[in-house]
């Protein structure tokens, strides 16, 4: 509890230092490294994108644990993140000397490899007003509307897993983006289903609070009947819980004040991979000032090789999360996206891992869901194996789904232990589709008619 009670003195945000590929080798502990893991980094920082700050570097990574501690693996490029072709063509690129242009080239290759925009999100959920795309709203399930502001496309630090990685190396005409909140705003009142708008990023809290409250003020001011709530994702209690501290951050803790004032509820979706992001002073702080808005946090991470494929890792964050009064919402599968290879864990591995690590844990922390894959159809959670007579199954659940009636409806796969995403699995039962997929013949009877 002490610590909890002695609160340490506010740090001024202008104390956050970043560090990307140009000037990562300036970090004393890097030192430590040997020149093929930092020639590591600079071939794969080439494509993937690279960026920590003294926050993760001084106090979560734990540099006698690296190479593979996971803090370390969470921001830092390892080889294994290119596929062994990718990696042997860039380093020679590198090595050679090769200009610019030939390297942004090739990264730009490997990228688009690297299915840089799953699930379908460019196509499908990107709404219209008036017959106008709105390019910087995403609208999937119906009671939610996320919004992506265009100041907030960035991170305190970035996740090596990322599957917003596009985002960050700027992949011309990929990004999300939309200045104008009077189109949300528009959108919103035409749109009577949306009790949520979910702001998202990157990271909305990179963006100083008079912007960030500029959006959220013109949404108040617009008194929107049906809106309950206002969420923030966010991974700025993981990276750089100063933002809820000094004077920009008491700003921030006022918006949320207001917000509260104006009857809605403030979501903090905040995204934790390691128990060891909840154990600094500054992030016990910084949740502690949020919860005193009246805001509430709410918990959800990845499960990933590499950095948290461990029921205990989950146990602990859990259960550190309820003590520090934040919920567990949602564990996901890691997407079909990036350096994907390096970081899957089999379905079927995965559910073992939040089943031995929801067993540990209280009532209070059973609010977490998952693992869960966010496609095309929508969250599908994995409820586990299961034999239907005499037959191994994956019995699976939309926690989401685009058409809401598909939503709890349990459904069975194949049982396969290697599988780590949806597109992998196939129905049980010799049947030839999945009951929220088309059916081929009911479209073929209806062109013959
Ligand atoms: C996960 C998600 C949401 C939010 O879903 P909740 O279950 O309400 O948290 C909204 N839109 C998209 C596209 C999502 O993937
Ligand atoms: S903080 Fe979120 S958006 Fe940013 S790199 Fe990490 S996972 Fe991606």
């Not at 000094?246 to 949320?256: C, H, P, T």
């Not at 949602?330 to 379905?347: C, I, N, S, W």
Request: proline share 8%; charged share 25%; with cysteine.
């Amino acid at each position: 509890m002490t610590q909890l009670l002695t609160r340490p003195a506010p740090v001024p945000s202008d104390r956050y230092q970043a560090y990307t590929s140009h000037n990562y080798r300036d970090i004393p502990q890097v030192r430590r490294l040997s020149e093929a893991q930092r020639r590591a980094i600079d071939v794969v920082s080439q494509v993937l994108p690279f960026k920590t700050n003294n926050y993760v570097i001084d106090q979560l990574i734990d540099w006698d644990a690296v190479p593979t501690d996971p803090m370390f693996v969470l921001n830092f490029p390892q080889e294994g993140m290119l596929r062994p072709a990718d990696f042997a063509r860039m380093a020679a690129l590198i090595d050679s000397g090769a200009p610019r242009d030939a390297v942004r080239a090739a990264a730009d290759e490997i990228r688009l490899s690297l299915n840089p925009h799953p699930a379908g999100q460019m196509e499908h959920n990107v709404p219209e007003l008036d017959g106008v795309r709105l390019s910087g709203l995403q609208h999937k399930y119906p009671e939610t509307v996320l919004f992506f502001p265009s100041n907030g496309q960035t991170c305190h630090a970035y996740c090596t897993f990322c599957f917003r990685w596009p985002q960050f190396v700027g992949m011309d005409g990929l990004q999300f983006a939309m200045r104008e909140v009077s189109l949300l705003v528009a959108y919103l009142r035409r749109h009577p289903e949306v009790t949520n708008v979910l702001f998202t990023g990157g990271d909305p809290m990179v963006m100083r609070t008079d912007r960030l409250a500029a959006y959220v003020d013109a949404i108040l001011e617009a008194r929107i009947p049906h809106l309950t709530t206002i969420r923030f994702g966010t991974k700025s209690l993981g990276y750089w819980p100063y933002r809820f501290m000094g004077e920009d951050g008491e700003q921030l803790l006022a918006l949320f004040r207001r917000i509260r004032a104006a009857g809605l509820h403030v979501a903090v979706m905040a995204h934790f991979n390691h128990p060891r992001e909840l154990s600094t002073p500054a992030v016990r702080e910084a949740i502690e000032r949020i919860r005193e808005t009246g805001a509430q946090v709410r918990t959800q991470s990845p499960v990933m090789r590499n950095i948290n494929d461990d029921p205990a890792a989950w146990r602990d964050m859990w259960r550190e999360q309820v003590r520090l009064g934040a919920i567990p919402y949602y564990m996901f599968v890691a997407r079909d996206t990036g350096a994907k290879h390096y970081f899957e864990v089999p379905l079927v591995r995965a559910w073992e891992i939040f089943h031995q690590a929801y067993q540990q844990v209280s009532g209070l922390a059973r609010t977490v869901r998952g693992p869960s894959m966010s496609c095309e159809p929508g969250k599908v959670a994995v409820l586990g194996p299961a034999t239907v007579r005499g037959e191994r199954v994956l019995t699976l659940m939309l926690l989401q789904g685009r058409n809401p009636d598909w939503v709890t409806r349990p459904f069975f796969a194949a049982y396969d232990e290697q599988a780590t995403w949806m597109d992998e699995l196939r129905p049980a039962f010799g049947e030839t589709r999945f009951f929220f997929e088309p059916d081929p013949q009911a479209e073929d009877a209806a062109l013959d008619e």
